[in-house]
Structures are given as structure tokens and as C-alpha cells.
């Protein structure tokens, strides 16, 4: 079955780096567009980032344009997170997922990493 599982989340310091993993399997990797997505306390889940099948297109929320940077690695079935400059707002759980052509979320999600940004 389709599995991911997210790693790399920490108790870290505002202006400081985290480097969040995802591992995929169950599925074809290279045929999904692959998503972060974050949940802070009582909030709804929202799309952090995309990227293309191939890598070469990548979508950020407003928020984190500039700090963050989604790659992949599709000869492992990895995607990754590179998150900079945190900041305390950026606290929450963060999950990835494989996205349709569409952009929607298979349906499918990890047990999440928790990023906590506090001084």
C-alpha cells in the first residue's frame, strides 16, 4: 500500500534550519507531483509547497517564498524540505503527500514530523 513517512522535524530556535524527509512508497514516484503540507494547533492543514514530477517546477505558499525549498530525489522516492530563517508562526506538524494533476492530495498521509520554532 501507499506509504510515506516524514522525519527531520526538531525543537529548533527562530532563524535557525531544518531539513525535513519524506520516504514514499507503495506507488510509482516519478508519475506524482509530491506536496508539504503543515497543521499548526487548531488550524486547518494547508499546502506549504509542490513540485513537479520531474523537479522542475515548484510552487510556495507566500509565507514561506524565499526560507523554504522542496527538492526530490526520484531514484530513492524522497522528497525533501529545506526550511531557513524559522520562524515561530512556521510551529506545526508536517506531512508530505502525492498530489494528483490536479493538485489534490491522494489521499494518503504519514504520521507527520513535528517542527517546533521557540526560543
Known amino acids: 500500500q501507499v506509504q510515506f513517512v516524514e522525519s527531520g522535524g526538531d525543537l529548533v530556535q527562530p532563524g535557525g534550519s531544518l531539513r525535513l524527509s519524506c520516504a514514499a512508497s507503495?506507488?510509482?514516484?516519478?508519475?506524482?507531483?509530491m506536496g508539504w503540507f503543515r497543521q499548526a494547533p487548531g488550524k486547518e492543514r494547508e499546502v506549504v509547497a509542490r513540485?513537479?514530477?520531474?523537479?522542475?517546477?515548484?510552487y510556495y505558499v507566500d509565507s514561506v517564498k524565499g526560507r523554504f525549498t522542496i527538492s526530490r530525489d526520484n531514484s530513492q522516492k524522497m522528497a525533501y524540505l529545506q526550511m531557513d530563517t524559522l520562524k515561530p508562526e512556521d510551529t506545526a506538524v508536517y506531512y508530505c503527500?502525492?498530489?494528483?494533476?490536479?493538485?489534490?492530495?491522494?489521499?494518503?498521509w504519514g504520521q507527520g514530523t513535528q517542527v517546533t520554532v521557540s526560543s
Open positions: 513540485i513537479s514530477q520531474k523537479g522542475n517546477i515548484r
Open positions: 507503495g506507488l510509482t514516484f516519478n508519475n506524482y507531483r
Open positions: 503527500t502525492a498530489l494528483t494533476l490536479e493538485n489534490i492530495p491522494i489521499g494518503t
